[in-house]
Nanobody, 124 residues
């Protein structure tokens, strides 16, 4: 499976942005989809994830500000980010777990395929 993420950019604090990630290629089926982020010198962390059935979970730092959604017909996952803060600045990666693996959002993205990453910069 190939993942194409887009939507990153530069935004002022308090602003909004939406990321999208489309899966393509030879896809058996897709289970969990998620968004992760990483800053220099830190480990990649789970931001938000959603199972194929629509069950979502979020990092505490983004609850109430970010919303994950997915369009199963398009094999696409979205991340709506509102009330952005400078500490949200990071490279954001999407992760897709195919149907060969169980349908849950792993904190490390285990068994998932990764997109190329898209940079989000939030200025203060």
């Amino acid at each position: 499976v190939q993942l194409q993420a887009c939507g990153g950019g530069l935004v002022q604090a308090g602003g909004s942005l939406r990321l999208s990630c489309a899966a393509s290629g030879s896809i058996f089926s897709i289970n969990a989809m998620g968004w992760y982020r990483q800053t220099t010198g830190k480990e990649r962390e789970l931001v938000a994830g959603m199972t194929s059935g629509g069950s979502a979970n979020y990092a505490d730092s983004v609850k109430g500000r970010f919303t994950i959604s997915r369009d199963n017909a398009k094999n696409t996952v979205y991340l709506q980010m509102n009330s952005l803060k400078p500490e949200d600045t990071a490279v954001y990666y999407c992760n897709v777990r195919e149907g060969y693996y169980s349908d849950y959002v792993d904190r490390s993205g285990l068994f998932g395929s990764w997109g190329q990453g898209t940079q989000l910069t939030v200025s203060s």
